[in-house]
């Protein structure tokens, strides 16, 4: 017994939508991925600085609370964890007022980088409010979230992803 095949036929004029090629003309220059990956470099520099300013400032509390202890108090694992975690909270912290209030970080303000929308406009609190979270995730795996930069196609992490901004280098 022989099986008759079924073929499907799918008229691509019906379904295909027409290529709009004059929408990259109306995009802003910062949103592609060319002008993303020239950044990468000062993007990764200014977030080492913010980085390095956090981290003196959280060994001052650091310093002040383990001076503080209490004779024979030992630091092990489970009060050094909630060290780690308190850094990486202020860390976040740290990004999401700066993005909130300057759409820049002190690192970015050295680098001359900035926080904008697709449109271009600084941060409103809703995309800066986005971007905080997005910093949380990308924070909480290892970093994995910033160091998605370099193998993303668009050269974002994924708080520009999460909050739909992008990196903007600022003109002198």
């Known amino acids: ?20 090629f004059e929408e990259a003309e109306h995009s802003q220059p910062f949103s592609f991925p060319e002008y993303q990956r ?3 470099w000062p993007r990764l520099a200014a977030g080492a600085a913010d980085l390095l300013i956090v981290a003196a400032i959280y060994s001052l509390f650091l310093l ?21 975690a308190g850094f990486f909270l202020l860390v976040v912290i740290y990004f999401f007022l700066f993005m909130l209030s300057a759409s820049q ?7 001359n980088l900035e926080v904008v929308t ?18 949380l995730i ?6 994995l979230g ?5 193998i993303d ?6 708080a520009d992803k999460v909050s739909g901004t992008y990196i903007r280098k600022i003109s002198q």
């Open 105 to 111: 970080t002190p690192g970015m303000k050295m680098w």
């Open 153 to 158: 196609p668009e050269h974002l992490t994924w």
């Open 138 to 143: 990308s924070f909480l795996p290892v970093m």
């Open 118 to 135: 697709r449109d271009g406009a600084a941060l409103d609190l809703r995309s800066a409010g986005m971007r905080g979270f997005g910093y």
């Open 38 to 40: 020239e950044l990468l």
């Open 146 to 150: 910033l160091l998605w930069a370099a």
């Open 64 to 84: 002040a609370t383990l001076t503080e202890m209490p004779q024979g108090a030992e630091l092990d694992r489970r009060i050094g964890g909630i060290y780690i």
């Open 1 to 20: 017994m022989e099986r008759k095949q079924k073929r499907t036929i799918i008229a691509l004029d019906e379904y295909q939508p027409e290529l709009n």
